[in-house]
């Protein structure tokens, strides 16, 4: 069975996030990038933000990159959130849907962050079961992205990529492959990212991020932050060429949120990642499910 | 075995309540300090929801400096988290917060600030505003006028204020002139707050207008509104104020009253 993850999946090269600073340029110069990605977030109270997504989205396929749907939350999925994405995925038509492995609401609050989770049966049959609400809902299967993470709870049972691997099973679900954050959840727990890439099912890799990081000093030891706020360090760079003999030539988005470069240092950062995607093209070899 | 509910209820007490006591029993160390991994998390959560909080209320972050409102901030933000992970809905209730802040009493005018620069910041989210539909209005027989319910632009809000917080507002922005001290028994002010093409327009109202609009906005009957205007004051032209609503194209729909 072929997975329906939306409307045309884009071609297996490098997009940029579509950030406000960015937005005029964009439209104005219509750079060959071959896809955009967003938080849905930004565009579900409308507004100008989604008028400028509606001009972007005539040229360019765009993707959601979720943040508040707290898959991971133990109550119920927020059915208001959730209808705000259907609304928006019908009107923007993404190519793909993605969201994350993490909680961010409890009681009621909304911690604005990606916070961790334990790695427990109960998760995931916690998580499973927002995943079905969410692809019933939208009529299509969404990718679950792998987060960076700070800390590990004393009661996972189940490695992470082990637990990702399941969920696919389980839903249906593709997997959004995060290589930054392999590198930054390795340094951080001291685990082995070719252990973890060997873990993930090749086939249910739909989509891989790049990103910066930050390197922050704490207690003489150092700990690497996700701050998607940099240029992709070059182990990462390793990383994804290590990704992409496992997984084949993937769409790859660069992500850049915070300290926002100029566009053209964000297109550089693209056709890096299209130069690594055009050598395991000619590599080639590795067959993939379509 | 903690279940994920329990896990996450004190998760949040960690981060927010500084209990943390609790959760740090679940956190595996690997070299580092729980503590430390667990400050991680806090310290993103607060920083992040701070800007969110400075980027709506620029002008308050402004009066008061960056520092004391991070402190502000801090306080308002583990008391009333976001509801959703909207954030432009996030501070709605920073006005009243700001209200019963014991720091803040002896700045009585900032409350009134974060109010107007809510509805600025309201007015800027919304893009598109149906007219009204004026063949509809216009079919309307004279004598059925007054028991008209009126909706409004949705960017508009009213704001009034015994402070002058028009003034200041205005001196905080873009291109202002930079403004000696000002005198805030300048007097206060009726004001409406409105999108505009090119951003957001705040307009002084004479009180029986604000009186009329305000009373329009929340949806009182047109008969009523006009008497709330009459009682501030009674030589109040009600048919040009109409006039004036109909030509700033403030309504956008209307129902009869029952």
């Known amino acids: 069975m072929s997975a329906n993850y939306g409307p045309g999946r884009p071609d297996a090269r490098a997009g940029i996030g579509l950030r406000a600073p960015h937005v005029g340029e964009l439209l104005a110069t219509r750079p060959a990038v071959p896809w955009l990605e967003v938080h849905p977030e930004n565009y579900m109270m409308g507004g100008a933000a989604l008028a400028s997504l509606e001009t972007a989205r005539r040229d360019y396929p765009v993707s959601f990159h979720g943040v508040g749907l707290s898959l991971g939350s133990a109550g119920d999925i927020d059915r208001r959130h959730l209808e705000r994405l259907k609304t928006l995925v019908d009107r923007i038509e993404p190519c793909l849907v993605s969201e994350h492995l993490s909680w961010s609401t409890s009681g009621g609050a909304y911690l604005n962050h990606l916070l961790p989770l334990p790695y427990t049966d109960e998760t995931l049959a916690v998580v499973a079961s927002h995943i079905q609400e969410v692809q019933e809902t939208l009529g299509q299967s969404i990718l679950i992205e792998n987060p960076s993470s700070y800390l590990r709870f004393r009661h996972s049972t189940i490695p992470e990529p082990e637990f990702l691997a399941e969920l696919a099973r389980r839903t249906g679900c593709g997997l959004l492959c995060d290589v930054n954050n392999i590198y930054v959840t390795a340094w951080n727990l001291g685990l082995d990212a070719i252990v973890y890439l060997d873990a993930l099912p090749t086939a249910t890799v739909i989509e891989i991020h790049v990103a910066g990081h930050a390197r922050n000093d704490a207690d003489s030891q150092t700990i690497l932050i996700d701050n998607h706020g940099s240029h992709v360090a070059p182990p990462v760079w390793t990383l994804y060429r290590e990704a992409l003999q496992r997984f084949g030539p993937v769409p790859t988005l660069v992500e850049w949120d915070t300290d926002i470069p100029e566009l053209s240092v964000l297109l550089a950062e693209a056709c890096t990642a299209d130069g690594l995607l055009e050598a395991a093209r000619a590599r080639g070899g590795h067959a993939r499910a379509a | ?258």
């Open chain 2, 1 to 258: 075995m903690l279940a994920l509910h329990d896990l996450q209820r004190v998760f949040k007490g960690g981060l927010l309540a500084d209990d943390e006591e609790t959760v740090l029993a679940h956190i595996a160390g690997d070299g580092l300090d729980p503590r430390a991994r667990l400050a991680i998390y806090r310290h993103h959560v607060l920083t992040t929801l701070t800007a969110t909080l400075e980027s709506a209320f620029p002008v308050v972050c402004q009066l008061v400096d960056k520092r004391f409102f991070a402190y502000a901030a801090d306080a308002f933000i583990r008391d009333h988290p976001p509801a959703g992970a909207c954030l432009v809905e996030y501070g709605a209730i920073f006005s009243e917060f700001l209200e019963g802040f014991p720091p803040c009493q002896g700045h009585p005018y900032l409350p009134d600030m974060a109010r107007l620069e809510w509805a600025v910041h309201q007015a800027a989210q919304v893009a598109e505003v149906r007219p009204l539909d004026r063949a509809r209005f216009d079919a309307i027989p004279l004598d059925d006028l007054p028991a008209l319910r009126f909706s409004m632009d949705p960017t508009l809000s009213y704001v009034s204020s015994p402070w002058p917080v028009d003034k200041i507002w205005r001196a905080h922005q873009d291109g202002a002139e930079p403004a000696e001290l000002l005198d805030l028994s300048a007097g206060g002010a009726c004001l409406e707050v409105r999108g505009v093409a090119d951003g957001v327009s705040v307009r002084v109202l004479d009180p029986a207008a604000y009186a009329l609009r305000h009373a329009l906005a929340v949806g009182v009957m047109l008969e009523e509104a006009a008497g709330e205007a009459l009682a501030v004051d009674p030589s109040f032209d009600l048919i040009g104020a109409i006039h004036q609503l109909l030509q700033d194209q403030t309504f956008t729909d209307f129902t009869r009253a029952t």
